[in-house]
């Protein structure tokens, strides 16, 4: 409807990204996911209410629209983040491989419960449904890494390195 | 194309695409559903209506499958109740041990269902999930709700509203608003569709005047909402032993659709307010000399302060305890006869001409026939008048002068069948809430929606094009736009030519505004008008819609005539999705329009000055009828200021708060030698009264209103008036028959058909015939047809048949900012008030919801001015000044204000001018130059921590 050439809220490249994806559905809408991500990364890897008016702007739909989608998919963040992700799958296969001590670890060691971020900023701790990688269980995803057949040993120095 | 399926051995003929539920209610079988409902788009997510198709591997959610030709359907067999039970028991399983809406107002379909099946739940009750009471109107418990999408669908789909959706998953999803806020903080606007839909006691209205009751147990009246002029169709459920309202529901008619509005739907206690007037009273000796009674309307003026120092109660309705010792209780016999004494005096010490009267388009037309046949032949004056002449009197007088019908040509359902629609100088989301949602509907089916405004208006939101013109550049706007069209052409050359004449003078007179010299004007780009021109233009049908933005100007008229222009040039006239509206304000301004309640006509604008009309009244009313058209509505209130105009009657009128200049009008009303007031509360006006008569509220009385798209609807009684209060028809009959012009009336019906005896509009009309869904008139054939949706298809009802052409010159407003008042105040109204907030600030919901008076402005505005939200602001004129709090808004333009005019205690009028459009002679509402200065101290910061956060909208 609205002929949009961005709104002013975001930068010039991502609206052209965006306006890339919009070419690529029969209705706007549609590109919403892949489009959140792109702005869920220009905007500090989440979400917030201001961020959510601004893209219900941009895509011209309802705020609650957008706020919907963030609440149900797991991958959108609703809240503030570290300055990276980690995301423990817990699903069976990683369960039965140990990915139950692989929490514990963490909790124990950089304090951090499901959803928790560290204090120093450093990650977000998440336990995430099945990854898809149950061959190389138990695992998990830095940000857009993906690290396997994981044990407290390299869950730490994978982590340790994180800046 | 059609199919023919069985459904439970009975055979059904259906046409393609219908789906399997509607296919059964055709063939008269009824499906259980929980998520599903006829006028809702259907999504299949609560699987009750779950039936066997023969032949299919799995069973089929009949309100999204479509039927097939041969199709062999079963809905009630042992596996499909099988199903329904322990759907039902499982729905049941999370529900709360009793429904919340069974507790209230019944019928809870999923407790029903339970009930029907025998389901006794043998899993655990839930009781985890929150419930949410920050709304005034409506109380949500997410327990209760089984997620079946149906309050989604009537805020978005519906209403239009895009308030309510889904967050969440699993077991924590939920319905959310907006950004998953409070209801009450959320953008909801309280229309209260979603509790209408609401299959289970998730959502829930809350009590507000009496504890509520299931319908059944209540007596319930077909009637209609009482407030704007799209007069939605109500049933009211009443408490019969209590006199009140308990609740009410939208009720389905061709032209509301059952939709309502947070006035319509929640604001309905005041008729029960204990302020209610319920006995005569009339002014004691030690009350004179006349003058204003009440602290609040004494310094409402900024007059008063300082003289008295009586203790000043903080805004809010009149004090009753600091008007009333300046009455006295009188019967109806004493007070009447008092009444008719002292005007009958002052008619024969003075002549009619010193009487006048005020009526009031929120009465019926019976009552409005009434009062001007009171006016005219008991008084002897033309000089009637109502608050037409505050709102459309410029758009009647361009309607008449152009195309001979002051009436609307179309609906504002049709909007549906436009292709484009303008839609300027309205506030439709707040003002015509429903016709709104008509609009935004349209919209997103594919109508552009052109809206032209200085205010970025709700509506706007939902346009193809929004135009932020400034202020009073209407006529340059427009005249641009005309111009775009002749220049390229596409001026409906053969419409011209048949139906109208004087094209070439328009033709001439918009030549020099060019797109260029305009966009400097209205500070536009050149290009938007011309892309406005172009898609107007080109339309094949296009409907425009205004309001007040475009009449009340001092060149109002002019406003008018150029969009009526343009309609004509375009032929955009006499089809469906075409036409001109100006949306109505008040429940019956159309009918009392219609009925004569004008100084220049009587009943369906036949001219006073016009020998022959005059005549057939003379000869009906038998006696001779003062040829001189009337005085209008504000020359009335100057000439009680000089002295002319000595005694008045006034029914459900507030001059005090709705006039311009409220500093002149407290002075003319105390300049009145008598005044004899009628309404259901004590009013600001009602202060200067000698008399008062309590009459009945429109929930009290039996009549007919005629409503914006020219509905006629009979309101019926709901209610019976409180202690000795009388339908208003019936005391205007009285003091008519005192004054010594007996009115015999037993019924309304008799004043209806006398109507249409002498005036032919409402022809072939009866309250019968009327029925509970009314007719647009004109109707030619009752029985059948709903009536008249599109007028002029061929000619208009003028002189030759033909339309004119009338062309205007932008002129400037009356005063322009300066240094010294460097700010554009527009006055209007709000969503949750009406007029001068007499009934909905006695409405508790409403008052609620918007309890004090505000000013709108820009964010940059009030940093400019070094004020915050919630600061008390002091805003002048030349006239006077008011005081109250800041609110920020983004829909404003730098250097404009809104002030809306419902609040007595910072009354907006007091800032406004008198002066009138020389044709319509209404006032200038929406522009005068003002001031404005913070009021405290301290810095910004630390205030905006205090004020608190408020909606945003």
């Known amino acids: 409807m609205r002929p949009v050439s961005g709104n002013g809220k975001f930068s010039a490249e991502l609206v052209k990204r965006v306006e890339a994806l919009w070419e690529r559905y029969p209705d706007r809408k549609a590109a919403l996911l892949p489009a959140l991500h792109l702005i869920q990364k220009e905007r500090d890897g989440w979400l917030s209410d201001e961020t959510i008016r601004d893209a219900a702007e941009l895509f011209d739909v309802p705020d609650m629209h957008i706020k919907g989608i963030v609440g149900f998919y797991d991958m959108f963040h609703g809240q503030p983040v570290g300055r990276h992700v980690v995301r423990l799958c817990k699903t069976l296969s990683c369960k039965l491989r140990g990915a139950d001590e692989l929490r514990a670890h963490v909790r124990e060691k950089y304090g951090v419960l499901n959803g928790e971020t560290t204090a120093d900023g450093r990650f977000t701790f998440k336990c995430f449904e099945c990854l898809g990688h149950c061959e190389v269980a138990p695992m998990m995803l830095v940000d857009e890494e993906k690290h396997t057949e994981l044990t407290t040993d390299k869950l730490d120095a994978v982590l340790e390195a994180l800046a | 194309m059609s199919v023919t399926l069985t459904i439970d051995d009975r055979q059904v003929t259906v046409p393609e695409g219908t789906t399997i539920w509607d296919a059964a209610c055709q063939a008269g079988v009824e499906i259980p559903v929980l998520c599903h409902d006829p006028k809702l788009r259907p999504v299949g997510v609560c699987r009750m209506c779950a039936v066997e198709v023969e032949g299919a591997r799995v069973m089929a959610a009949a309100c999204v499958r479509e039927a097939e030709d041969g199709m062999v359907v079963r809905t009630a067999t042992e596996k499909v109740e099988r199903c329904r039970g322990m759907l039902t028991e499982l729905l049941l399983s999370e529900q709360p041990k009793q429904s919340p809406k069974e507790a209230t107002t019944g019928d809870d379909k999923l407790f029903e269902l339970a009930r029907a099946y025998g389901v006794k739940v043998r899993l655990p009750q839930g009781n985890s999930r929150p419930q949410d009471d920050s709304s005034p109107a409506i109380a949500v418990d997410h327990q209760a709700c089984i997620l079946c999408d149906q309050c989604i669908r009537a805020c978005n789909d519906i209403q239009n509203n895009d308030v309510i959706g889904r967050t969440g998953k699993g077991y924590t999803t939920r319905i959310s608003f907006d950004l998953d806020n409070a209801m009450g903080k959320s953008t909801c606007v309280t229309c209260g569709e979603c509790v209408a839909a609401c299959p289970t006691g998730a959502l829930i209205n809350k009590e507000i005047e009496v504890p509520l009751r299931p319908r059944e147990q209540l007596k319930t009246v077909p009637s209609v909402c009482p407030y704007c002029g799209v007069g939605c169709a109500i049933d009211y459920h009443v408490d019969e032993k209590e006199n009140k309202v308990v609740f009410v529901d939208g009720r389905d008619n061709p032209g509301s659709g059952g939709r309502l509005c947070v006035k319509g739907r929640y ?61 006295r209780e009188a019967t109806w016999d004493e007070a009447l006869d008092f009444a008719a004494q002292r005007l009958r005096e002052i008619k024969e010490q003075h002549g009619g001409g010193a009487l006048a009267g005020f009526g009031s388009a929120k009465c019926t037309n019976e009552e409005a026939y009434l009062f001007q046949k009171l006016v005219r032949a008991g008084f002897g004056t033309n000089n009637v008048d109502h608050c037409t002449r505050l709102c459309h009197a410029s758009s009647v007088v361009a309607l008449l002068e152009m195309i001979g019908s002051g009436a609307v040509t179309t609906t504002f359902g049709d909007i549906k069948n436009a292709d484009v629609a303008l839609i300027t100088g309205t506030n439709t989301t707040s003002n015509h809430p429903v016709a709104a949602s008509f609009f935004k509907e349209a919209a997103r089916a594919g109508t552009k929606l052109i809206v032209v405004d200085p205010i970025r208006t709700g509506i706007a939101d939902y346009a193809w094009r929004f135009i932020q013109i400034r202020s009073s550049t209407d006529v340059t706007f427009y005249n641009a736009v005309m111009h775009v ?36 004007i209205c500070g536009v780009p050149a290009e938007a008008i011309r892309e406005i021109a172009l898609a107007y233009g080109r339309a094949r049908a296009a409907v425009t819609y205004w309001g007040m933005g475009m009449s009340q100007h001092v060149y109002g008229t002019d406003n008018c005539r150029c969009i009526i222009s343009l309609c004509l040039m375009t032929g955009n006239m006499g089809k469906h999705g075409a036409g001109l509206h100006p949306l109505r304000g008040q429940n019956n301004v159309q009918g009392a329009s219609d009925a004569g309640l004008i100084p220049m006509v009587f009943n369906d604008y036949q ?54 200049n ?235 204000i809104f002030i809306p005019f419902h609040f007595r205690e910072a009354a907006a009028n007091v800032l406004t001018s008198e002066k009138l459009d020389p044709d319509g002679k209404i006032p200038e509402f929406k522009f005068s130059a003002v001031k404005v200065e913070r009021v405290v101290a301290g810095a910004p910061s630390e205030r905006r921590a205090a004020s608190g956060a408020v909606r945003r909208r």
């Open chain 2, 662 to 896: 409220t500093n002149k009008v407290r002075r003319a009303l105390a300049n009145l030698d008598f005044l004899v007031v009628q309404d259901i509360f004590l009013t600001e006006t009602a202060e200067f009264a000698d008399v008062i008569l309590p009459s009945s509220s429109a929930l009290e009385k039996l009549g007919t209103v005629t409503n914006t798209d020219r509905r006629v609807q009979v309101v019926r009684p709901v209610l019976t008036p409180p202690g000795e209060a009388r339908e208003d028809w019936r005391v205007i009959c009285d003091l008519s028959t005192r004054i010594g012009y007996p009115m015999p009336y037993e019924h309304p019906e008799e004043v209806f058909q006398e109507m249409i005896e002498l005036g032919g509009a409402y022809k072939n009309l009866t309250y019968e015939n009327l029925g509970l869904s009314g007719k647009l008139y004109p109707c030619d054939d009752p029985e059948n047809s709903d009536g008249t949706v599109v007028m002029f298809g061929d000619g208009f009802p003028t002189e030759n048949g033909k339309a004119r052409f009338v062309p205007v010159q932008q002129s400037g407003p009356e005063e322009l900012p300066d240094e010294e008042y460097p700010f554009v105040l527009i006055t209007g109204r709000m969503l949750e008030h009406w007029h001068t907030g007499v009934m909905t600030r006695r409405s508790r919901t409403l008052d609620a919801i918007e309890p004090e008076a505000i000013v709108e402005m820009l964010g940059e505005d009030l940093q400019k001015l070094g004020v915050v939200e919630g600061d008390l602001v002091q805003v002048s004129s030349r006239r006077g000044s008011i005081r109250l709090k800041a609110r920020e808004t983004h829909r404003m333009q730098p250097g404009s």
């Open chain 2, 485 to 520: 069209i002749i220049e390229e052409g596409l001026v409906d050359e053969a419409y011209v030519q048949k139906h109208t004449y004087d094209f070439d003078k328009v033709k001439e007179s918009v030549k020099g505004y060019t797109p260029d010299v305009a966009a400097g």
């Open chain 2, 607 to 660: 001219s006073v000055a016009d020998d022959a009309i005059r005549a057939k009244y003379e000869k009906h009313w038998g006696l001779e009828l003062d040829p001189k058209p009337g005085l209008t509505m504000v020359e009335i209130i100057t000439g009680a200021l000089e002295g002319t105009v000595k005694g008045m009657y006034m029914v459900g009128e507030n001059p005090f708060l709705s006039d311009p």
């Open chain 2, 267 to 327: 604001g309905y206690d005041y008729t029960a307010h204990p302020h209610r007037l319920q006995t005569p009273l009339i002014r004691v000796d030690s009350a004179y000399p006349k003058g204003p009674l009440s602290a609040a309307v004494q310094s409402s003026t900024g007059e008063y302060e300082g003289k008295r120092k009586r203790k000043r109660k903080p805004g809010g309705i009149v004090d009753y305890d600091e008007v009333m010792p300046a009455f």
